[in-house]
T-cell receptor
């Protein structure tokens, strides 16, 4: 299967600072990338969908000014958590898909964000 | 919105036993996928079953799909301690994002 690399795998930051998480498709072009958030012992909740070169579509209840998503190329999408607060501490996972080639989406390894 | 509902939420079995997890969903789908997640780690894709398929096998995994009941099951045969993980079903309609169920936490005791 195709490979999606997410970086960093974990990060600790202070309240009020911003954190950027990268998601790269290594061996395919990702026409669409998805960002999910997962709280402990819970399922993955979709935050937003981004198509290369266009603005991300955010799910209801997700603040677009707080979670900035940039999908500037077919192999890279970034999620920036701005002015992070302890309640933003969570596991963030990206997934990438090429709608023309693959039926399934491929997931990154996830990023554990802890805001102190 | 959450679509899939797995049951049971948690399952504890002895090594060598079979583990069965069920998933129900609400709307029509193109395919249903099962994923595995070890604690605090990323997702591993296990198997995909299309809406026109009823059963699929991959190694020790057997997945069934009943679109009339909007349900699927994942059977892991001859379980091993290394199968301990959370298992999620996820449904897809067209090019929409995957919608995940709540997951089943499986513990296989050696």
């Amino acid at each position: 299967g195709a490979v999606v690399s997410q970086h960093p795998s974990w990060v600790i930051c202070k309240s009020g600072t911003s954190v950027k998480i990268e998601c790269r498709s290594l061996d395919f072009q990702a026409t669409t990338m998805f960002w999910y958030r997962q709280f402990p012992k819970q399922s993955l909740m979709l935050m937003a969908t981004s198509n290369e070169g266009s603005k991300a579509t955010y799910e209801q209840g997700v603040e677009k000014d707080k979670f900035l998503i940039n999908h500037a190329s077919l192999t890279l999408s970034t999620l920036t958590v701005t002015s992070a607060h302890p309640e933003d501490s969570s596991f963030y996972i990206c997934s990438a898909r090429n709608n023309l080639v693959y039926t399934e989406a491929f997931f990154g390894q996830g990023t554990r964000l802890t805001v102190v | 919105s959450q679509q899939g509902e797995e049951d049971p939420q948690a399952l504890s079995i002895q090594e060598g036993e079979n583990a069965t997890m069920n998933c129900s969903y609400k709307t029509s789908i193109n395919n249903l996928q099962w994923y595995r997640q070890n604690s605090g780690r990323g997702l591993v894709h296990l198997i995909l079953i299309r809406s026109n398929e009823r059963e699929k096998h991959s190694g020790r995994l057997r997945v069934t799909l009943d679109t009339s009941k909007k349900s699927s099951s994942l059977l892991i045969t001859a379980s091993r301690a290394a199968d301990t993980a959370s298992y999620f079903c996820a449904t897809q309609s067209g090019n929409t994002p995957l919608v995940f169920g709540k997951g089943t936490r499986l513990s296989v005791i050696a």
